[in-house]
């Protein structure tokens, strides 16, 4: 158990619906990460929040948005849903440098089926 | 550009022999760490092994080793006994550090690994 944790673990909605995806992060991390992994392909960052601020942004398309609230749970929402976007969304933290914040654990997952 | 490449998309190895993972990455910054993280069957994203790019010592955990090789940018994994719990998709990733805060991980794109018995 990595200390991450994902809710859902598994949804199926419709295309044109949105959904959210929420994660905790470690007990003390300050930093979430989302990633997102398809069928076929490798784990594309999406972007990074740190103690409540946007810290860095990857492939995120302009449907897909992300917050950290104050008390550093985040949520992925995803809007407008193609089938393309059938994956899995893992949520990652990490801690402060230096204090085991060199190291990004990973939640389980949320497996996203568009239909 | 900062890339990892794998070039072994699939490789096969029976239990209890050893077997290397390859692994290289391009980046022009020096502060960075690099990761293998394993992905068995159930898709759960696991560490095994860290290794700092300041340190030339290479790291090892049980039965997973590192061949860290930073001005070739290579790191390869080595895993010895191979059991049949360790049949999973293996990533490699480095993560960079800008001015003291740390940035996100770049993967490759996995070796699927097969332990045979």
């Known amino acids: 158990d990595s200390g991450v944790t994902q809710t859902p673990k598994h949804l199926i909605t419709a295309t044109g619906q949105r959904v959210t995806l929420r994660c905790s992060p470690r007990?003390?991390?300050?930093?979430v990460y989302w990633y997102q992994q398809s069928l076929d392909q490798g784990l594309q960052f999406l972007i990074q929040y740190y103690n409540g601020e946007e810290r860095a942004k990857g492939n995120i398309l302009e449907r897909f948005s992300a917050q950290q609230f104050p008390d550093l749970h985040s949520e992925l929402n995803l809007s407008s849903l193609e089938l393309g976007d059938s994956a899995l969304y893992f949520c990652?933290?990490?801690?402060?440098?230096?204090?085991?914040?060199?190291?990004?654990?990973f939640g389980e997952g949320s497996w996203l089926t568009v239909v | 550009a900062q890339t990892v490449t794998q070039s072994q998309p699939e490789m096969s190895v029976q239990e209890a022999e050893t077997v290397t993972l390859s692994c290289t990455y391009d980046?022009?910054?020096?502060?960075?760490?690099l990761f293998w993280y394993k992905q068995p069957p159930s898709r759960q994203m696991i560490l095994v092994i860290r290794?700092?790019?300041?340190?030339?010592q290479n790291a090892t955990e049980n039965r997973f080793s590192v061949n860290f090789q930073k001005a070739a940018k290579s790191f390869s994994l080595k895993i010895s006994d191979s059991q049949l719990g360790d049949t999973a998709m293996y990533f490699c990733?480095?993560?960079?550090?800008?001015?003291?805060?740390?940035?996100?991980?770049?993967f490759g794109k996995g070796t699927k690994l097969s332990v045979k018995p």
């Open positions: 990652a933290s990490s801690g402060v440098m230096g204090h085991s914040g060199n190291t990004i654990y």
């Open positions: 290794q700092e790019a300041y340190k030339q």
């Open positions: 990733a480095f993560m960079i550090f800008y001015g003291g805060s740390q940035g996100n991980l770049i």
């Open positions: 980046t022009s910054e020096n502060n960075y760490y």
């Open positions: 007990s003390g991390d300050l930093s």
